[in-house]
């Protein structure tokens, strides 16, 4: 590979990962949706378990026998 295409995959690289490039604070904020979206499904998994009230079971004696 020549100079410059070692200078473009730089360049291409320092706008992906650089410090405070606007890219990466993009990239940044897509991984926190993500979480966000995730933790939302989880918070609605534990709302329909709470959500479904537990029958209490009665034993009469015809069950126990």
Known sequence: MSIWHWAIVA???LLLFGGRGK???????????IKAFKDGLKDEDVK??????ETAKTVTDKDAA
């Open 11 to 13: 360049v291409v690289a």
């Open 23 to 33: 890219l990466s604070g993009l990239m940044g904020d897509a991984a926190k949706g």
């Open 48 to 53: 329909k378990d709470e959500a479904k009230p």
